[in-house]
């Protein structure tokens, strides 16, 4: 007998289903408030529980989860309290509408442009990249290309994945000055970088050290179009999922790997990676899957799957903690509701706003382009004669949450968001030029 999804790592199957009568997701439903109407900034910033007494700056850093997402945990929590074997195996284990993990992948891949299948669950940006690294068949002599300029969790996942392959890494920078860049000099450097042993690019879209956003659609289309081996193309994408306007799965790039606990506000501790089907046969899985049947039916007979690597495979297994995994749903839903293109006009307003500001400030110097198309969320500074980390002190002390980025060089950090308002910004900007005298 052909073994069902339901099947998969639970045991009595048809008792479940007797027992959740109506479906899991109707019944779920009927416990979540409708979404309010998001029509206005002001009925956004409604639906998050951020303390008054302080601005917020720093909503990029962790979410405050809004109130369709807290609904949606706090639904799915009693749920699974009441009942966690019927309702995780149903969850993740029925085959058609009832398989919320199937409902999740569905809901991301709608607002990246994408095919539910295409998209895996993985706990954050940095599980995303590890998985990616350490699963590209990377061989002595390859080379993985990536910049000076990219985060911790990017650089130690390549570091971390060559050192069991042999293959080696390169790291080469980008501009001198990120406020100066231009998207055609960005695309220059780094094909010129591109050598004949690269086989992977490693990029960051929006820098959260300088706050650039990088032309990646742009750097995908020059990579295709030059003569020589094909590079593979792996984005940390995760400042710029949820604040710009871009349709992820058609931007070019081979993996996409994204936290949506920042922008996105899902539930702390989720995120994703986009590949398409192609791109995920290449990978060899590093977690044992939970949710790809074919890895547990070919583990029933001591054999290893003989299907492609998909998206579910390389998802990583174990028992999570679904109600966050699940409640992800309920913020790519908020997003639709507010609108992509709005969320993304709506940031680069009071990012126009606050490097305008700062600009005019003659001991302030910006590091962030003005240019909206190679900036997004964060704007990124210094203050003459002050070191970062007092700048943010000297911010807190007015109740301004601002933050410095987690580099060998480190800047001082604003990020207005939807949970700011343009008054905020004048605030900020304000006593930015109190503090620098
Ligand atoms: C550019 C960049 N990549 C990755 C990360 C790590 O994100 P996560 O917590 O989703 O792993 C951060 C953290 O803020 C970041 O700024």
Not at 23 to 42: M, N, R, V, Y
Request: net charge neutral.
């Amino acid at each position: 007998m052909a073994i069902t999804r339901r099947g998969f790592l639970a045991a009595p199957a048809a008792l479940s289903a007797a027992l959740l009568p109506g479906g899991l997701l109707a019944a779920l439903e009927a416990e979540t408030p409708p979404i309010a109407d998001l029509s206005s900034w002001e009925s956004v910033r409604d639906q998050f529980a951020l303390d008054p007494a302080w601005m917020h700056f720093a909503s990029f850093f962790i979410a405050s989860h809004p109130a369709p997402v807290q609904a949606a945990i706090e639904a799915y929590r009693r749920a699974i309290d009441r009942n966690p074997f019927h309702v995780v195996e149903h969850g993740m284990f029925s085959d058609g509408a009832d398989n919320i993990h199937q409902q999740v992948q569905a809901e991301i891949a709608q607002y990246l442009g994408a095919r539910p299948h295409e998209v895996c669950l993985a706990g954050n940006t940095t599980t995303g990249l590890a998985l990616v690294y350490q699963g590209l068949p990377l061989q002595a002599g390859d080379e993985v290309l990536c910049t000076t300029h990219d985060h911790y969790s990017h650089h130690e996942a390549i570091r971390l994945a060559i050192q069991r392959s042999g293959a080696s890494m390169r790291k080469v920078p980008l501009f001198e000055d990120a406020a100066a860049a231009t998207a055609d000099a960005l695309v220059h450097t780094l094909l010129k970088a591109v050598g004949p042993r690269t086989r992977v690019l490693g990029l960051t879209w929006v820098h959260s050290s300088s706050g650039i956003r990088l032309p990646i659609r742009e750097i995908a289309a020059a990579l295709r179009a030059r003569a020589g081996q094909p590079v593979l193309l792996v984005v940390d994408g995760v400042h710029g999922l949820g604040a710009t306007d871009e349709t992820v799965a058609t931007m070019g790039c081979d993996y996409f790997c994204a936290g949506t606990h920042k922008w996105m506000f899902a539930p702390r501790g989720t995120g994703l990676v986009w590949a398409s089907a192609e791109n995920w046969a290449r990978l060899r899985p590093v977690i044992p899957s939970f949710t790809d049947l074919d890895q547990y039916t070919a583990w029933e007979r001591d054999a290893a799957p003989s299907s492609p690597t998909t998206a579910d495979r390389m998802s990583p297994g174990g028992f999570h903690a679904y109600e966050h995994q699940w409640a992800a749903a309920a913020a790519f839903r908020m997003h639709r509701q507010m609108g992509r293109a709005r969320v993304a006009a709506r940031i680069r307003e009071l990012n126009n706003q606050c490097k305008a500001g700062l600009a005019a400030n003659r001991k302030v110097r910006l590091h962030t382009p003005m240019a909206p198309e190679l900036s997004a969320g964060l704007v990124s500074f210094e203050v003459e004669g002050l070191a970062p980390a007092d700048v943010v002190r000297q911010l807190a002390a007015r109740r301004i949450v601002a933050s410095t980025s987690p580099y060998a060089v480190t800047y001082a950090r604003l990020a207005p968001s939807l949970v700011n308002t343009a008054e905020e910004v004048e605030r900020a900007v304000r006593a930015v030029r109190e503090i620098s005298g």
